[in-house]
């Protein structure tokens, strides 16, 4: 499986930015239902988690800091999720990564534990 991140960048506090991640590969292709979600990294931090979502859609999970702030969302035509990230503050600068795996009943998705593919990373630097 081969998860692609796109739409980093430079913004400007308040400012807002849409990452993508597609998702390709034999194996993928193969998985059937897959959940996805995107975790991000800050120098000097431990990976923590953004926000993820199920393969229907129904089901989505954001973390605390970004709850009202940014919306999860997937296009499976495409195999790609997004994450639309608006009011973006300094403290949001970070490596976003998106990581995908089978879905089954109760998964955490909040737990990147529990994913067991992951993409490169895209660099989303906020200025003050």
């Known amino acids: 499986v081969q998860l692609q991140a796109s739409g980093g960048g430079l913004v400007q506090a308040g400012g807002s930015l849409r990452l993508s991640c597609a998702a390709s590969?034999?194996?993928?292709?193969?998985?059937?239902?897959?959940?996805m979600g995107w975790f991000r990294q800050a120098p000097g931090n431990e990976r923590e988690f953004v926000a993820a979502i199920s393969w229907s859609g129904g089901s989505t999970d954001y973390a605390d800091s970004m709850k009202g702030r940014c919306t999860i969302s997937r296009d499976n035509a495409k195999n790609t999720v997004y994450l639309w990230m608006n009011s973006l503050k300094p403290e949001d600068t970070a490596v976003y990564y998106c990581?995908?795996?089978?879905?089954?009943?109760?998964?955490?998705?909040?737990?990147?534990?529990?994913?067991?593919?992951w993409g490169q990373g895209t660099q989303v630097t906020v200025s003050s």
């Open positions: 990581a995908a795996d089978i879905e089954a009943p109760g998964f955490p998705l909040d737990e990147q534990s529990r994913y067991a593919y």
């Open positions: 590969g034999r194996t993928f292709s193969t998985m059937g239902s897959y959940v």
